[in-house]
């Protein structure tokens, strides 16, 4: 079974640029979830989608948001890059809510967003 | 409330030791509590979860161990091998949904 999948590896844009990125889930996964991994701040939600839906977001500024699609793949868009959103961007994946306690998350091996 | 604090932030062990990561929190609504295992240049590997419904759970040599009147949980390693040897996060969420991440454990395991 293939795991989540991350493209691009690795990007790298300038300041004030926009980004894109993509995630595919597990099959049979119906919830993406976006991490923000930067050096010294951890891992940090983003955002949830869930049926094509946004079901939440994290502390970040409007520039950062995105889409789930039909097939229940995502992007990521960032827009007005600033040198601070330099980071590993992770995707994860899981199965659709419904039971009480939620469902495991399954990471890809993420974007590296570079802003130079 | 929603953070959850993980120590220490970096253990060494010897090969054969048992390593021991601790984690609390404060949001006594938190269900579900992963650790997850991260090698450089790859994302997070679920480990091991427990519920509060339970207070141990083991998986081979990996063994949470959690005290809900605490409002604590913890990571086991037994027999620890340098291949272990990574980056730890202990996670917390309510219902699914987000996941409030540790600050993070990198553990050395020496041979």
């Known amino acids: 079974e293939a795991g989540v999948t991350q493209s691009p590896t690795h990007l790298i844009k300038t300041r004030g640029q926009q980004a894109t990125l993509r995630c595919s889930p597990i099959?049979?996964?119906?919830?993406v979830y976006w991490y923000q991994q930067a050096l010294g701040l951890g891992l940090q939600f983003l955002l949830w989608?869930?049926?094509?839906?946004?079901?939440n977001r994290g502390n970040f500024p409007p520039r950062f948001s995105g889409r789930q699609f039909p097939n229940y793949s995502s992007e990521l868009n960032v827009n007005a890059l600033e040198l601070e959103d330099s980071a590993l961007y992770l995707c994860?994946?899981?199965?659709?809510?419904?039971?009480?306690?939620?469902?495991?998350?399954?990471f890809g091996d993420g974007t590296r967003l570079s802003i130079l | 409330q929603q953070q959850v604090k993980q120590s220490p932030q970096s253990l060494i062990v010897q090969k054969g030791g048992i390593s021991i990561i601790n984690c609390a929190y404060e949001?006594?609504?938190?269900?579900?509590f992963p650790w997850y295992q991260q090698f450089p240049g790859k994302g997070p590997a679920l480990l091991i979860a427990?519920?509060?419904?339970?207070s141990e759970k083991k998986e081979g040599r990996f063994t949470i161990s959690f005290n809900k009147s605490a409002k604590q949980f913890s990571l086991h390693i037994m027999d620890s091998q340098p291949g272990d040897s990574a980056t730890y996060f202990c996670?917390?969420?309510?219902?699914?949904?987000?996941?409030?991440f540790g600050q993070g454990t990198e553990l050395s395991v020496k041979p």
């Open positions: 989608y869930d049926e094509g839906e946004e079901r």
């Open positions: 099959s049979g996964h119906t919830s």
């Open positions: 996670a917390a969420s309510k219902q699914g949904g987000k996941l409030i």
């Open positions: 994860a994946s899981s199965l659709a809510l419904g039971q009480a306690g939620g469902q495991p998350q399954h």
């Open positions: 949001n006594t609504a938190f269900d579900y």
């Open positions: 427990i519920r509060p419904d339970v």
